[in-house]
């Protein structure tokens, strides 16, 4: 099983970015795939995340209102629009791939798979 993430990059405060994750090695219709951030020293936490089979969402509220996470099941894919992009959004972003029940979508420990992580850097 891979997770393939990229679009990744530096970016202007107020600016946009897509993150794309291509999943392979098996059939996720019936998983959640979720993008967590990550900066130094700190824990991921989760961004958003989407169901497969049924396209339910969740997203951190730190990021509402601002990221849109969107599937294409066959290509086995998700995307994260990221807009209005704040210097604080600077993280590592890491794909991910789980079965959590929809209250739990958020803890990182019930994901499965992981991608490499992609750099998102926004300058103030």
């Known amino acids: 099983v891979q997770l393939q993430a990229s679009g990744g990059g530096l970016v202007q405060a107020g600016g946009s970015l897509r993150l794309s994750c291509a999943a392979s090695?098996?059939?996720?219709?019936?998983?959640?795939l979720a993008w967590f951030r990550q900066t130094p020293g700190k824990e991921r936490d989760i961004g958003a995340a989407?169901?497969?089979?049924?396209?339910?969402?969740y997203y951190a509220d730190s990021v509402k209102g601002r990221f849109t996470i969107s599937r294409d099941n066959a290509k086995n894919t998700v995307y994260l629009q990221m807009n209005s992009l704040k210097p604080e959004d600077t993280a590592v972003y890491y794909c991910?791939?789980?079965?959590?029940?929809?209250?739990?979508?958020?803890?990182?420990?019930?994901?499965?798979?992981w991608g490499q992580g992609t750099q998102v850097t926004v300058s103030s």
């Open positions: 991910a791939a789980g079965r959590p029940i929809l209250s739990n979508m958020d803890d990182a420990n019930l994901y499965y798979y």
């Open positions: 090695g098996r059939t996720f219709n019936s998983y959640t």
């Open positions: 989407i169901r497969m089979s049924s396209g339910s969402t």
